[in-house]
């Protein structure tokens, strides 16, 4: 027995020390780049700084958050985050709803509808070219139409209120209410958690969305936070092969560029408990499918 | 008589289609109406003509596709990568999974899971613009590391040999945690009463994390195999599309960031939409594929 007992202490420490690696490995990059953003800039490019702040001072942090185009990014992705997200969880639990009813005629094959363009898709040109021709480019609606159904979201909907006693709508049924009435007002007041998993879900899609914004926001005046970001990390990352004299002047400083990023996480950092509560949840409604 | 009570349902509940408007309305524009689209890749598209008035080439843009050097350059670094992404990255949560299930310390449990998981919630942008930073040629922290040790700095997202890697471990970096999630809820329900028995007869840890723990999550891990094999196109556009630069489309260009660079770029409509429905109808094929195997030796749909 003594031999297991030194085993199962091998074993202990190997997994500690691998998962504090793997715990580390995760903090070291936020923590440098959050050194660099309260650091001294001459420290920042003589290559002083690497996992704690020298000179430390919190002016360019307070340049970044208090800069315009920084504040007007930040507004324009809550717009779309508060807008994008009510929307979809709207128009994803009046799809959910009608389809969770299959003995309705003509819902199996609009869920098979559904599902297909889950397998296979238009594309990217195609979509440009759509967004176009509706005079959508540089439109808000271009960043929240495109993808306001998630099929898989709405899919997870559908599954719950199946889940639901049917006893429920048939009373109310024999009382004379209408179909939108209950699901109004009898099955969405019940579904509140899995209403925030799936508006969780909407919402850090919304907000961390990059790719609807570089095909088709140009105007500087409607950039959301993260193609300001990108802008900001590729200008100055673009340094080391092509700059014009009129990029060099742009280029923003190592410290910006830190304070920036730093600044931009700050938002989902805040919500982070709840994004981890509710996120599991819904993964675990997804793969257990209904 | 059935055909009739079927259409009285539906005519007594003529609100719920109602509610499906906006729904039908978002599948088939924003759904339907770009694979419609695709037909363009057939024609020499015009963008001022539309589809109605551009003229019709069959196959030539496929033509031009197998011709081209670039696609099979794009299609290359496309399979390179997410291979070596699934190779080296898919079996690490399984085990991150298996160790964090070892750890009896609770508060300790929570905490790794609260920092491993984070990564998953933050954008490309935030993630490029970390690395950027961490691996930056004169002060960055990775060279300052080399550097010490004696070793000349490494411009990693300029340099061809050292791209795919930066692009392999940010990935990992971002989701390795978040995916042991599904393994490590596979691993809770796992019958409790196996682990006793196998104590009673002598087990060790080890033994039972390979003849119980194991064993016991291997539907879960070759169903996310299988939905892994289903996006075997899809390497990481938007994670490329934010880390890289003309530098590196030699290692770095994916179909998707190829799509985006030959349609948006240089506005050659029809052939960036062939090569794209060549990745859509591939990627098709592959996640029909995946659930017949799913059907046959899980005896379960992935849908």
Request: avoid cysteine.
């Given at each position: 027995?003594?031999s297991?007992?030194?085993?199962?202490?091998?074993?202990?420490?190997?997994?500690?020390?691998?998962?504090?690696?793997?715990?580390?490995?995760?903090l070291?990059?936020f923590?440098?780049?959050?050194?660099?953003?309260?650091?001294?800039?001459?420290?920042?490019?003589?290559?002083?700084?690497?996992?704690f702040?020298?000179?430390?001072?919190?002016?360019?942090?307070?340049?970044?958050?208090?800069?315009?185009?920084?504040?007007?990014?930040?507004?324009?992705?809550?717009?779309?985050?508060?807008?994008?997200?009510?929307?979809?969880?709207?128009v994803?639990?009046?799809?959910?709803?009608?389809?969770?009813?299959?003995?309705?005629?003509?819902?199996?094959?609009?869920?098979?509808?559904?599902?297909?363009?889950?397998?296979?898709?238009?594309?990217?040109?195609p979509?440009?070219?759509?967004?176009?021709?509706?005079?959508?480019?540089?439109?808000?609606?271009?960043?929240?139409?495109?993808?306001?159904?998630?099929?898989?979201?709405?899919?997870?909907?559908?599954?719950?209120?199946?889940?639901?006693?049917?006893s429920?709508?048939?009373?109310?049924?024999?009382?004379?209410?209408?179909?939108?009435?209950?699901?109004?007002?009898?099955?969405?007041?019940?579904?509140?958690?899995?209403?925030?998993?799936?508006?969780?879900?909407?919402?850090?899609?919304?907000?961390?969305?990059?790719?609807?914004?570089?095909?088709?926001?140009n105007?500087?005046?409607?950039?959301?936070?993260?193609?300001?970001?990108q802008?900001?990390?590729?200008?100055?990352?673009?340094?080391?092969?092509?700059?014009?004299?009129?990029?060099?002047?742009?280029?923003?400083?190592?410290?910006?560029?830190?304070?920036?990023?730093?600044?931009?996480?700050?938002?989902?950092?805040?919500?982070?408990?709840?994004?981890?509560?509710?996120?599991?949840?819904?993964?675990?409604?997804?793969?257990?499918?209904? | 008589?059935i055909?009739?009570?079927?259409?009285?349902?539906?005519?007594?509940?003529?609100?719920?289609?109602?509610?499906?408007?906006?729904?039908?309305?978002?599948l088939?524009?924003?759904?339907?109406?770009?694979?419609?689209?695709?037909?363009?890749?057939?024609?020499?598209?015009?963008?001022?003509?539309?589809?109605?008035?551009?003229?019709?080439?069959?196959?030539?843009?496929?033509?031009?596709?197998?011709?081209?050097?670039?696609?099979f350059?794009?299609?290359?670094?496309?399979?390179?990568?997410s291979?070596?992404?699934?190779?080296?990255?898919?079996?690490?949560?399984?085990?991150?999974?298996?160790?964090?299930?070892?750890?009896?310390?609770?508060?300790?449990?929570?905490t790794?899971?609260?920092?491993?998981?984070?990564?998953?919630?933050?954008?490309?942008v935030?993630?490029?613009?970390?690395?950027?930073?961490?691996l930056?040629?004169?002060?960055?922290?990775?060279?300052?590391?080399?550097?010490?040790?004696?070793?000349?700095?490494?411009?990693?997202?300029?340099?061809?040999?050292?791209?795919r890697?930066?692009?392999?471990?940010?990935?990992?970096?971002?989701?390795?945690?978040?995916?042991?999630?599904?393994?490590?809820?596979?691993?809770?329900?796992?019958?409790?009463?196996?682990?006793?028995?196998?104590?009673?007869d002598?087990?060790?840890?080890?033994?039972?994390?390979?003849?119980?723990?194991?064993?016991?999550?291997?539907?879960?891990?070759?169903?996310?195999?299988?939905?892994r094999?289903?996006?075997?196109l899809?390497?990481?556009?938007?994670q490329?599309?934010?880390?890289?630069?003309?530098?590196?489309?030699?290692?770095?260009?994916?179909?998707?960031?190829?799509?985006?660079?030959?349609?948006?770029?240089?506005?050659?409509?029809?052939?960036?939409?062939?090569?794209?429905?060549?990745?859509?109808?591939?990627?098709?094929?592959?996640?029909?594929?995946?659930?017949?195997?799913?059907?046959?030796?899980?005896?379960?749909s992935?849908?």
């Amino acid at each position: 027995m003594h031999s297991r007992k030194i085993g199962d202490y091998v074993l202990d420490i190997f997994i500690y020390v691998s998962l504090i690696a793997m715990g580390l490995s995760t903090l070291v990059p936020f923590i440098t780049v959050l050194s660099k953003s309260v650091s001294e800039e001459w420290a920042i490019t003589s290559g002083k700084v690497n996992l704690f702040p020298v000179g430390f001072q919190l002016d360019t942090l307070q340049y970044v958050v208090t800069n315009n185009q920084f504040l007007h990014a930040l507004l324009i992705s809550v717009l779309v985050a508060v807008v994008g997200t009510l929307a979809s969880l709207i128009v994803t639990a009046m799809t959910a709803y009608p389809l969770s009813k299959r003995e309705l005629p003509g819902v199996g094959i609009i869920i098979i509808l559904f599902v297909f363009t889950m397998m296979f898709n238009g594309g990217i040109i195609p979509s440009y070219l759509l967004i176009r021709q509706l005079d959508l480019i540089d439109n808000l609606g271009s960043l929240i139409l495109p993808g306001l159904i998630s099929v898989f979201n709405m899919l997870v909907i559908k599954s719950y209120f199946e889940s639901l006693p049917q006893s429920l709508e048939e009373s109310a049924k024999l009382d004379g209410a209408r179909n939108y009435t209950i699901l109004f007002r009898i099955i969405l007041p019940l579904s509140g958690p899995v209403l925030a998993t799936i508006g969780l879900f909407y919402a850090v899609y919304y907000w961390n969305d990059y790719f609807h914004p570089m095909l088709y926001i140009n105007s500087t005046s409607l950039k959301p936070l993260q193609l300001y970001l990108q802008d900001i990390v590729m200008n100055a990352d673009s340094s080391s092969f092509k700059m014009s004299a009129e990029d060099m002047m742009n280029v923003p400083a190592e410290g910006v560029r830190a304070a920036t990023v730093i600044a931009s996480t700050i938002p989902i950092l805040l919500v982070y408990p709840f994004l981890q509560k509710y996120f599991i949840k819904g993964v675990l409604i997804g793969s257990v499918k209904g | 008589m059935i055909k009739s009570s079927r259409w009285k349902l539906a005519r007594s509940n003529w609100d719920m289609y109602v509610l499906l408007i906006p729904g039908l309305i978002f599948l088939l524009l924003f759904k339907y109406t770009p694979m419609y689209g695709v037909v363009i890749a057939f024609q020499e598209f015009n963008i001022f003509s539309g589809i109605g008035g551009s003229e019709w080439v069959g196959l030539e843009q496929f033509q031009k596709l197998v011709r081209s050097e670039d696609f099979f350059q794009v299609l290359t670094n496309t399979l390179l990568i997410s291979m070596y992404k699934i190779v080296l990255l898919f079996p690490v949560p399984i085990v991150v999974a298996l160790l964090l299930n070892e750890v009896r310390k609770m508060l300790f449990k929570r905490t790794i899971q609260t920092i491993i998981y984070l990564p998953h919630f933050l954008s490309w942008v935030i993630i490029s613009g970390l690395f950027v930073t961490l691996l930056a040629p004169t002060d960055g922290l990775v060279n300052q590391i080399i550097m010490a040790f004696g070793g000349e700095p490494i411009s990693f997202l300029q340099d061809n040999s050292f791209f795919r890697s930066v692009v392999v471990f940010t990935a990992g970096w971002k989701e390795i945690g978040w995916n042991a999630i599904i393994f490590i809820a596979a691993i809770a329900g796992i019958d409790q009463e196996q682990y006793e028995a196998a104590s009673i007869d002598g087990a060790g840890r080890i033994r039972k994390m390979m003849s119980i723990t194991l064993p016991g999550i291997m539907p879960t891990i070759v169903l996310m195999f299988i939905l892994r094999i289903g996006s075997l196109l899809e390497a990481g556009t938007e994670q490329i599309l934010t880390m890289y630069n003309p530098l590196v489309y030699e290692t770095g260009d994916v179909i998707g960031t190829y799509v985006y660079r030959m349609g948006l770029g240089q506005q050659d409509y029809s052939f960036s939409t062939a090569v794209g429905l060549f990745n859509s109808v591939v990627g098709f094929i592959l996640i029909i594929s995946g659930n017949m195997l799913s059907k046959k030796f899980l005896k379960r749909s992935i849908w």
